[in-house]
């Protein structure tokens, strides 16, 4: 969703960094291929990612929800030297995707894929973060920020993806909307857990930039 003129949007897109043509061949094929395209993170998101990720500089990221792989490729841009990122998916028919274009990129072997409920697989994960990104199920948003903030290092940051949520978080609620109340809860906790200092920035359907203190 763009919350300014597609005119202005495309200006912005137009005078920040180009898209990387790996990252341009994920896009088609996603789309010739994939079902729910639209969940890709896109050009300007995906460099708002990468630019984010390299001023953190992080040895350790997790992404919640990986899709086909376009916003672990942009996080892993950043990657420390010897940095990891794990990426949790449920969905097994995207794996091999996933990897043919991690395998693709210069941080294949730096990329760990978990197949299954994040819920089930964060605990297993022993090791502690830089840089989360959330980006899966809005109903298990707060239930994800629980498992990982004791596991974010201090000024470690948890990037969270749409959280304006189309606007409807501003519309009258629909009580049987589960995500959108549920994005509501999550908004309102990351502003008011003393652990954080968050921003929330308008870019494409909102993305939140809470940092660890």
């Not at 897109?13 to 896109?42: C, F, N, W």
């Amino acid at each position: 969703m763009h919350f300014i003129s597609e005119k202005l949007d495309d200006y912005v897109v137009k005078h920040s960094e180009d898209e990387p043509s790996l990252l341009k061949a994920l896009t088609r094929e996603t789309y010739q291929k994939i079902l729910q395209p639209r969940m890709l993170s896109g050009h300007y998101q995906g460099r708002v990612l990468s630019v984010l990720s390299k001023l953190i500089r992080p040895k350790v990221v997790l992404e919640i929800g990986t899709f086909t792989g376009y916003s672990a490729l942009c996080l892993a841009e950043g990657l420390s030297q010897g940095g990891v990122l794990h990426t949790i998916d449920i969905n097994e028919e995207l794996v091999d995707f996933q990897r043919s274009y991690f395998n693709k990129s210069d941080y294949g072997s730096q990329i760990f894929q978990h197949l299954g409920s994040a819920i089930d697989i964060i605990p297993k994960l022993d090791t502690h973060f830089d840089l989360v990104f959330m980006d899966a199920d809005k109903p298990n948003y707060i239930n994800y920020f629980h498992q990982i903030i004791d596991k974010l290092n201090p000024g470690g940051v948890i990037l969270s993806d749409n959280v304006l949520w189309s606007g409807k978080v501003i519309e009258t609620l629909d009580l049987n909307d589960t995500s959108t109340q549920i994005v509501l809860e999550y908004n309102k906790l990351l502003k008011e857990d003393q652990r954080l200092e968050t921003v929330l920035l308008p870019i494409r359907d909102g993305l939140t930039v809470s940092i660890r203190k």
